[in-house]
């Protein structure tokens, strides 16, 4: 019998959480830092921004990837869905995002004009870890 190709299982929904970002404000403005392993529970190994979008993100899943997405600048709606759920989460505050772990199906929609999404991930982007359609996505996670 030929092996089986290796399976993963949905992320977990219930898991999914808002973590507020540390903030320090004065006279000057407002500095809001995220330190790995500290105010992030993962080693952040890659951080992304988006700007200037001109279309709806994502449309994919990280097979091990935990990652916090924060709204610098503008709004946008991040859905989050295992194959059974979606949950929608508006990003509109710097000093707060989302934190979700792997294989957790991911979309941005609803994007402001002005938005700038940071997206803090623990680990480097290699698209072979990474699920790139919905049917795959309900593939992978099929027991």
Known sequence: MAPQPERSHAGDLNA???LAIPSH???RGVLTAVEGDI????PIARVYILHHISAD????AHRDTHQLVIA???CCDLVLAD???ERIYHLDDPTRGVLF???LY???QHISPDARLVVLASTHYDKRRSIRSWEEYLEAIRP
Not at 39 to 42: I, L, N, W
Not at 57 to 60: A, D, I, K, P
């Open 101 to 103: 772990g792997p294989m």
């Open 25 to 27: 404000g004065d006279d």
């Open 39 to 42: 105010d992030v529970p993962f």
């Open 106 to 108: 991911i979309r941005m």
């Open 83 to 85: 194959g059974v759920e």
């Open 57 to 60: 993100r994502g449309g994919h």
């Open 72 to 74: 610098a600048a503008g």
């Open 16 to 18: 999914v959480r808002w």
